[in-house]
């Protein structure tokens, strides 16, 4: 059973893909990955185009706090 918490950062990062544009191959289903390899995929995608991650850091802690 996922906790509340975790299912919350999964969909943050899915949405996080969405809103910079990833799109994954035919045979990658996002849904099956883990909640570090989402975290990694959306870090290594926003590597590659030139991204502040200290940006998307910030972001979730300050929606992490308006909860």
Do not use: C, H, W
Not at 44 to 60: H, L, P, Q, W, Y
């Amino acid at each position: 059973m996922t906790n509340s918490k975790s299912e919350d950062r999964r969909q943050f990062l899915l949405n996080e893909l969405k809103r910079i544009g990833y799109k994954p191959s035919e045979n990658e289903n996002l849904e099956n990955l883990s909640l570090y390899d989402i975290e990694m995929l959306v870090i290594s995608v926003k590597g590659e185009r030139g991204n502040d991650i200290e940006t998307f850091n910030a972001r979730m802690k300050i929606e992490e706090e308006a909860e």
